[in-house]
T-cell receptor
Framework: GQQLNQSPQSMFIQEGEDVSMNCTSS?????WLWYKQDPGEGPVLLIA?????ELTSNGRLTAQFGITRKDSFLNISASIPSDVGIYFC?????????????FGKGTKLSVKP | SQTIHQWPATLVQPVGSPLSLECTVE??????LYWYRQAAGRGLQLLFY??????ISSEVPQNLSASRPQDRQFILSSKKLLLSDSGFYLC?????????????FGPGTRLTVT
């Protein structure tokens, strides 16, 4: 089946640092979504992107829909402790069934020891 | 505003026992509904989705089934649980509209099969 390659798999953050993560695919997507999941809870939608090249912010979070429609990036500026969790990208494949999102495997953010 | 509920929050069941997980959505009508399973805190696997009452599509052949007896109610069931059914089960909803893909997740049910 179709896959999204999400990287990095995990990373450690220190308060105040900027964080970047991305999702790539060999297929074209109509939509990119970014979610955050805290332990034991359901994912929460952070940002939705619908147009190639679109750059959208939500507070300290900024996400971009890649020009090729095959990738997306999420940046977190000036990270704070509550940013820890797992971040998932999800995409609606062009020509795919309505509502059948494909999810990346997640990027786990932890605090530097 | 819309809210989505799942229950129970946690469940421990022996192998071979039946299962029924419930999901309800409030504050919207005619939603698309989804069941996902998440293993080991990663990777959401779509199990079933529904575009209306009685309309269920299965994504993965398995030991589970789903039903939608009411517009805003989605139920995940099994007649006999397997050890491999353990995991975190998430229900989600989306607006039923063309080119609207945002899905909103419930709090999840942690299922442990012993």
């Amino acid at each position: 089946g179709q896959q999204l390659n999400q990287s990095p798999q995990s990373m450690f953050i220190q308060e105040g640092e900027d964080v970047s993560m991305n999702c790539t695919s060999s297929s074209i997507f109509n939509t990119w979504l970014w979610y955050k999941q805290d332990p034991g809870e359901g994912p929460v939608l952070l940002i939705a992107l619908y147009k190639a090249g679109e750059l959208t912010s939500n507070g300290r979070l900024t996400a971009q829909f890649g020009i090729t429609r095959k990738d997306s990036f999420l940046n977190i500026s000036a990270s704070i402790p509550s940013d820890v969790g797992i971040y998932f990208c999800a995409g609606q494949l062009r020509g795919g069934s309505q509502g059948n999102l494909i999810f990346g495997k997640g990027t786990k953010l932890s605090v530097k020891p | 505003s819309q809210t989505i509920h799942q229950w129970p929050a946690t469940l421990v069941q022996p192998v071979g026992s039946p299962l029924s997980l419930e999901c309800t959505v409030e504050g919207t009508s005619n939603p698309n509904l989804y069941w996902y399973r998440q293993a080991a805190g990663r990777g959401l696997q779509l199990l079933f989705y529904s575009v209306g009452i009685g309309q269920i599509s299965s994504e993965v052949p398995q030991n589970l089934s789903a039903s939608r007896p009411q517009d805003r109610q989605f139920i995940l069931s099994s007649k006999k649980l397997l050890l491999s059914d353990s995991g975190f089960y998430l229900c989600a909803w989306s607006v039923r509209a063309i080119e609207t893909y945002e899905q909103y997740f419930g709090p999840g049910t942690r299922l442990t099969v012993t």
